[in-house]
């Protein structure tokens, strides 16, 4: 992990893709951050690439992620006049690797989830998400002086335990500590695709900042979540060499 400038404060974008309900929905739960070098020149990358789906007939109304460009066919809130309506292969290869050519590192966690332990799915999700998503951070909040970490907002956790912010941070505290490091300036931002309108007009530069970054990590999921359930590589592939750092759990 190599930064330029030590001092400068790096941004990492998280997202997940699957659920931990064990025995409904995916078979997998994949968590994965990008961490670009420059966090304007990606925020540039997804914004032309929101520019261009909207110039093409995307309808403004629909969020712009992967399972909806993905599902552009079968969506019948997408007109017809969308130019990729029929062909959603063309602007998913275009982002991944627009993605793909941003300086930068991707880091991802893929459980595995019928072999995760019975005693461990006896823990609340909202706890397996702070945990497992701890797995991946751990890394780069141990290694950079000051993280701004945006991550997708949830309304999971429902439970009596430390929530996902404290659970970090004091995670954090006790590793660096160890380490003889000194204490980590972080900043932790939640959004999700409407955040800007909760905020002033001074303030949404910022918060679009941090949701066109979160909408790239939503692709990087995409694209890894589409190698483990459908045994496809091809996304994958598109982004792989941005991959630093993986782990396959269970």
């Not at 780069?140 to 404290?166: I, Q, T």
Request: with cysteine; aromatic share 14%.
């Amino acid at each position: 992990m190599l930064e330029s400038d030590p001092h400068a404060v790096r941004h990492i974008f998280m997202d997940e893709s699957g659920d931990l309900g064990f025995g409904v929905g995916s078979d997998y739960f994949v968590l994965a951050f990008i961490s670009p070098e420059s966090g304007k020149v990606l925020n540039k990358k997804v914004k032309n690439f929101n520019a261009h789906l909207i110039n093409r007939g995307w309808n403004p109304a629909v969020e712009i992620k992967a399972t909806n460009v993905w599902y552009s066919p079968k969506h019948m809130d997408q007109p017809a006049a969308y130019t990729y309506k029929n062909n959603p292969r063309v602007p998913m290869a275009h982002i991944l690797r627009g993605i793909a050519a941003v300086d930068g590192y991707i880091e991802w966690v893929v459980v595995k989830l019928s072999t995760v332990d019975d005693w461990l799915k006896t823990a609340p999700s909202g706890i397996l998400y702070n945990y497992f998503s701890w797995l991946l951070l751990r890394g780069p909040l141990c290694y950079f002086p000051a993280v701004e970490l945006f991550v997708d907002r949830r309304s999971r956790e429902h439970h009596n335990l430390l929530k996902f912010d404290g659970y970090v941070e004091s995670k954090v505290g006790i590793d660096r500590a160890e380490k003889k490091k000194a204490p980590l300036n972080l900043t932790i931002h939640h959004y999700h695709s409407g955040s800007a309108r909760e905020f002033t007009a001074e303030q949404r530069a910022g918060v679009e900042f941090g949701i066109r970054g979160l909408e790239a990590a939503d692709f990087v999921c995409w694209a890894i979540k589409r190698k483990f359930e459908n045994g496809e590589d091809e996304w994958y592939s598109l982004i792989e060499k941005r991959v630093r750092w993986k782990q396959l759990l269970y």
